[in-house]
């Protein structure tokens, strides 16, 4: 029997505009960055210590990540993925990217894993798994330096890892900041939505999360209460039994 999702996975543009759209964009700014990096590349060669040359190699750099962005998300929830996957554990991927999180951690802050789950083993790209943890950990952290700023205790973001009754695992990533507007709840996996204030980010965060878990066939979504924070759900499935490492 397989595992079933406790939430569905949302759809952020259900005609697909925005996938193809983020897809044919992604495709022209990689063709245009191949032509462009590979000659400041060069002029970098014969100029080693241009500042200008320097800063010209490193929007370049950020520009291709973009693109790389923009190409996940553009992939269509019915195409399949380019990425290898194998067993890993989801709960060793979540206390290390909070170790790697409480690094840029405001120390008024609190951040805090309140799960006693020892192992979760489920079958994906652990560098997007990571990732994705990266990513629901960034955002919370954005949400409560915005609302309380460096005041001791009171910003607190909660991590819980819990096996699923229907199968799999459940991700869940809670702040206590501001929260979301409920006008604002059916676009937040769409690419360049943002409600950060100043808009700090390029608003490709959740939309990468989304399609981390699309690809993963898991489903994500996003529970919040205006002035009460945001609470952001990953499920994954489990690996299946005998699934190569």
Same mark, same amino acid.
């Given at each position: 029997m397989s595992a079933s999702p406790p939430f569905p996975l949302p759809e952020p543009d259900a005609g697909g505009a925005l996938e193809r759209f983020a897809a044919a964009i992604a495709h022209e700014a990689n063709n245009a960055l191949g032509i462009v990096g590979g000659a400041v590349e060069i002029a970098v060669s014969q100029h080693p210590r241009d500042p200008w040359l320097?800063?010209?190699?490193?929007?370049?750099?950020?520009?291709?990540?973009?693109?790389?962005?923009?190409? &996940?998300?553009?992939r269509g929830a019915g195409e399949a993925s380019p990425l290898r996957?194998? &067993?890993?554990?989801?709960?060793?991927?979540?206390?290390? $990217?909070m170790i790697e999180s409480r690094r840029a951690l405001p120390s008024g802050l609190e951040q805090t894993l309140t799960?006693?789950?020892?192992? !979760?083993t489920i079958r994906g790209n652990a560098i997007e798994v990571a990732e994705l943890v990266g990513i629901l950990l960034t955002n919370a952290r954005d949400a409560v330096s915005e609302q309380y700023g460096a005041a001791c205790g009171a910003g607190r973001i909660t991590v819980r890892l819990d096996h699923w009754d229907g199968g799999g695992y459940i991700l869940a990533v809670a702040d206590n900041g501001?929260?979301?507007? $409920?006008? !604002?709840?059916?676009?937040?996996f769409e690419p360049f939505f943002t409600t950060k204030q100043p808009q700090p980010g390029r608003g490709l965060g959740l939309a990468s999360a989304f399609a981390i878990v699309r690809d993963h066939g898991g489903s994500i979504d996003l529970q919040s209460t205006p002035g009460a924070g945001c609470t952001v759900r990953a499920w994954f499935p489990p690996a299946p039994e005998g699934a190569a490492c």
């Open positions: 320097e800063r010209a190699l490193d929007g370049v750099g950020r520009m291709k990540l973009l693109a790389a962005e923009l190409r &996940r998300y553009g996957f194998a &067993r890993c554990d989801l709960a060793m991927l979540v206390r290390a $990217a799960s006693n789950m020892t192992t !979760a501001a929260g979301v507007p $409920a006008e !604002a709840l059916q676009h937040v």
